[in-house]
């Protein structure tokens, strides 16, 4: 089942605007693993907080990318400018509906 994986990254202190770059970087590295789409997130009210979201028509695809070398390397080398522990979450994508569709996707 589709769904997309959830990550609430957290930069450590002075290091939000150069973490929000280096997140650039990793999250269309997803399309290579057979994502759908990547949305990256930082908050207004605390700027060191972040929120990547993956979009996979399936949770092996999801494995792949975050056990593979692209982020292996890159959580190897950014590992000092977010805070552990990190936990991400997989959710089934239900319903959605954006303006300008005509019909919401089930």
């Known amino acids: 089942m589709a769904g997309s ?3 609430n990254w957290y930069a450590t202190l002075f290091r939000g605007d150069r973490f929000e770059r280096a997140l650039a970087e990793i999250a269309p590295i997803a399309l290579r693993y057979g994502a759908t789409g990547y949305d990256v997130y930082r908050s ?6 972040f929120l990547q979201i993956s979009h ?45 569709e005509e019909h919401p996707v089930l």
């Open 44 to 49: 207004r009210d605390d700027e060191y907080r």
């Open 56 to 100: 996979f028509a399936e949770k092996h695809s999801w494995d792949e990318y975050w056990g593979g070398p692209e982020f292996s390397n890159w959580r190897t080398q950014y590992s000092s400018w977010y805070q552990i522990p990190l936990t991400y979450v997989w959710h089934d994508h239900v319903v959605s509906m954006h303006v300008g």
């Open 5 to 7: 994986v959830h990550i």
